[in-house]
């Protein structure tokens, strides 16, 4: 197999010949009249604007494998990757395509693990129960689900990629506050996003195509509590556990603006909502301060309503005990 550059590695006018993934494209309109190929393409370390100045060449449909050569430029400061010449990758081609879509970090496997272990670790039967019952349901469509479309965790397994990080947060918060119930709040974040799964329309590499007619009329939070409430009235589970629940899930937005009707009103709820935003921005900032130079600022990002700054100098970082082998 040809060795081929990543994309958020590649220089000012360095040669691509290889292999990229679409994640969107659309045939748009020049200002001067001719027809060009605007496209969003990836591979495993990230994304690229690319364009192609060829009117005749019909805009690639998302989750297509290309074969392409191009060069790689700049525009507004940011890498966008001109395309000379593509095709649709053929049977034969020699390709990987774990190189090509981002993924989680960790194993799909090994993040499943991780929350299974935690659920078996609640103490209310109850709750339990509740829990797996909904993740039994999730079923295999967990392993390569993305949390989102385009922003936070748009990886394959995203979705648990979100969910174990939280997880390990609400530990080290619920070390902090005792006062917590640490076995609800840890609910609360499996459960929080599962009906994701419904809202959007994801094969399995990860890539959303749309969200589904669901997903548009109702949204996840919706979903998320009516499928609780049929899974707590099947097992018996007590009223008050669920109507939390249902709660955590129907207020982690915070705000009616941002889908949720009702604010946090316990601590528990209240702090599934940091955490979910709190994963999220790091996630996104991870990712756009990658794209830029030290010491250079992004555009504005308009899922954060600010840009990002990237300082020069890289942190000093001591060893964390986990890291050396200590206790």
């Given at each position: 197999?040809?060795?081929?550059?990543?994309?958020?590695?590649?220089?000012?006018?360095?040669?691509?010949?290889?292999?990229?993934?679409v994640r969107a494209a659309a045939q748009r309109t020049s200002s001067n009249g001719s027809k060009y190929l605007d496209m969003t393409l990836c591979d495993i370390s990230g994304e690229v604007n690319a364009k192609m100045w060829d009117g005749l060449t019909p805009a690639p449909a998302?989750?297509?494998?290309?074969?392409?050569?191009?060069?790689?430029?700049?525009?507004?400061?940011?890498?966008?990757l001109r395309v000379d010449k593509l095709r649709p990758a053929a049977e034969g081609d020699d390709y990987d395509m774990a190189a090509l879509a981002p993924c989680a970090p960790q194993p799909s496997g090994e993040m499943m693990d991780f929350i299974l272990n935690r659920v078996d670790a609640i103490a209310d039967r109850e709750l339990k129960a509740l829990v797996l019952k909904r993740l039994e349901e999730a079923g295999d469509r967990l392993m390569y689900y993305p949390a989102a479309s385009k922003l936070h965790h748009a990886e394959r397994g995203?979705?648990?990629?979100?969910?174990?990080?939280?997880?390990?947060?609400?530990?080290?918060?619920c070390d902090i506050y005792p006062f917590l119930d640490a076995d609800l709040l840890a609910a609360g974040v499996i459960l929080h996003d599962l009906c994701k799964l419904d809202e959007l329309a994801a094969d399995e590499i990860g890539m959303v195509s749309d969200y589904t007619r669901e997903g548009q009329l109702l949204g996840h939070l919706v979903m998320g509590v009516a499928a609780l409430d049929r899974c707590a009235r099947e097992l018996g589970v007590r009223g008050e556990l669920?109507?939390?629940?249902?709660?955590?899930?129907?207020?982690?937005?915070?705000?009616?603006?941002?889908?949720s009707p009702r604010r946090p009103m316990f601590p528990e709820a209240e702090v599934l909502h940091i955490l979910d935003v709190l994963d999220a921005r790091m996630f996104e900032m991870r990712r756009e301060l990658a794209m830029i130079k030290p010491g250079?600022?992004?555009?504005?990002?308009?899922?954060?309503?600010?840009?990002?700054?990237?300082?020069?100098?890289?942190?000093?970082r001591l060893e964390r005990p986990e890291e050396t082998g200590e206790e």
């Open positions: 197999m040809k060795p081929q550059p990543q994309l958020v590695s590649m220089l000012k006018n360095q040669a691509f010949d290889g292999f990229l993934l998302p989750a297509t494998v290309l074969r392409l050569r191009g060069v790689m430029l700049e525009y507004n400061g940011r890498p966008q995203g979705l648990l990629h979100h969910t174990s990080t939280m997880l390990r947060t609400a530990r080290a918060v669920t109507a939390m629940l249902e709660h955590m899930i129907l207020s982690h937005h915070d705000l009616p603006e941002y889908g250079g600022f992004t555009e504005r990002i308009w899922s954060l309503e600010r840009k990002l700054y990237r300082r020069r100098e890289e942190p000093v």
